[in-house]
């Protein structure tokens, strides 16, 4: 049981592969409509908490993004982040661009 919900459940239960973010980004780039779901799922879930946590909190000052997806992906960070200006939430993307392994993940995604 702890192999099948450790391993199989989850982001790798939705894509039929990996849960590893960058397995899932690759797969989606090159056409997998479970790794697009999967990631899909992954971000709609980053928004709702951050809806959550800005009404708990009477709004937010700044969202930040942390460890490797934090670090590496651009893409995540916009798909979380978007739409979202009518709560006072605004992505710079310049500076999304621009942050840390950006370089390392020029290639077309389906955000």
Do not use: P
């Amino acid at each position: 049981m702890a192999r099948i919900l450790g391993q199989n459940s989850g982001l790798a239960g939705l894509s039929g592969t990996s849960g590893d973010l960058r397995d899932l980004d690759e797969a989606a780039a090159a056409g997998s409509k479970q790794a697009r779901l999967a990631l899909n799922v992954f971000a709609r879930s980053i928004r709702h908490y951050i809806g959550a946590f800005q009404l708990e909190m009477g709004g937010v000052d700044a969202i930040t993004f942390s460890g490797g997806i934090g670090e590496n992906s651009a893409e995540l960070r916009a798909a979380v982040l978007k739409n979202l200006t009518d709560f006072g939430i605004e992505l710079d993307e310049k500076q999304n661009c621009s942050a840390k392994g950006w370089a390392q993940s020029q290639r077309k995604t389906l955000w």
